[in-house]
């Protein structure tokens, strides 16, 4: 199962007896683990409100094994993986059972050699959010390292996903966060910059690079992500020739990115000339808000 390479581990998944975790986290760590993917110190330590034992758990993740990976069962792969497995059982806001989850993960710690270090996957309803990352934060250990997942819906409008990031940042800096969000609610935050050009060009100023040398970082950091590149131009000229100009500008565009090494792949690009204006009006200042190139974020 193991590989020396990685960082020794505990996953500690909050919503251990969901139909998430059933369905897609433990027949995905299994998957890591038939291909020697996972760390040789590594454990995993379920957390949900259901009372059942370790050994309980790990029968009923078995099960699912079974049922849900895309990889055969193999009894000693399955062997490896649930030899880390523990489970405790608590309310999330419950002080005596968090402090039960920090005893079992200082035990886990012992007997695993995981040193401390920690991936928390909240795979709970958006409702107990606060109440775990609070816990968690509360008791993070001084050593080691911490990750933290937050399972989708992040919030339900852009409101409650401010306030949940407010939430995080009291106890986690931005690298410790990875959120699982709707396309909706990443592209609302506009995580890729526009550019705007000049009149009738197609030419990216400095301005423009420096924008898009931040979405390359960003591509980078997410290599699975997929982009859809759209060309936009002012009111002034034909239709045809503004859609073959944001044509030209979402190709400029993309052939940057790829110049900067995001693959070609991961970028689809259209234009909608002057069909979706960002601003109305008839002034310079307006047209100019209109000659740009916009990203949305895609579905994979």
């Known amino acids: 199962m193991a590989n020396q390479d990685l960082a020794p581990q505990a996953i500690v998944i909050f919503g251990a007896s969901g139909d998430l975790t059933k369905r897609k986290l433990i027949p995905a760590l299994y998957s890591l683990a038939y291909r020697k993917l996972l760390p040789e110190q590594f454990a995993i330590v379920g957390v949900a409100r259901s009372p059942q034992t370790s050994k309980q758990f790990a029968s009923a993740m078995k099960q699912a094994v079974k049922q849900f990976a895309r990889d055969p069962f193999r009894q000693d792969v399955w062997d490896a993986l649930a030899a880390g497995m523990r489970y405790v059982g608590t309310e999330f806001s419950d002080d005596a059972g968090e402090d039960r989850l920090g005893q079992m993960l200082e035990e886990v710690d012992a007997e695993r050699g995981t040193g ?35 399972e989708k819906p992040f919030g339900h409008d852009l409101d409650s996903a401010r306030k949940l990031n407010e939430l995080l940042h009291r106890w986690f800096t931005e690298d410790e966060i990875f959120r699982n969000k709707t396309l909706a609610q990443l592209n609302d935050e506009k995580p890729l910059g526009d550019i705007l050009f000049a009149y009738d060009s197609t030419d990216l100023s400095d301005a423009a690079r420096a924008i898009l040398q931040k979405d390359v970082d960003w591509m980078k950091k997410w290599p699975t992500t997929k ?41 689809t690009i259209i234009s909608y000339g002057e069909e979706r204006p960002a601003c109305t009006q008839k002034t310079e200042e307006c047209w100019a808000k209109n000659r740009r190139a916009h990203f949305l974020v895609k579905p994979r």
């Open 227 to 267: 982009v859809m590149v759209e060309g936009h131009a002012d009111s002034r000229g034909t239709t045809e020739y503004n859609l073959a100009l944001g044509e030209r500008r979402a190709k400029s565009t993309m052939n940057y990115l790829v110049s900067q090494g995001v693959q070609a792949s991961r970028i």
């Open 116 to 150: 401390g270090n920690r991936l928390y996957y909240l795979a709970i309803p958006p409702q107990a959010f606060t109440d775990a990352v609070t816990e968690i934060g509360e008791r993070r250990d001084r050593e080691g390292w911490v990750r933290l997942i937050v």
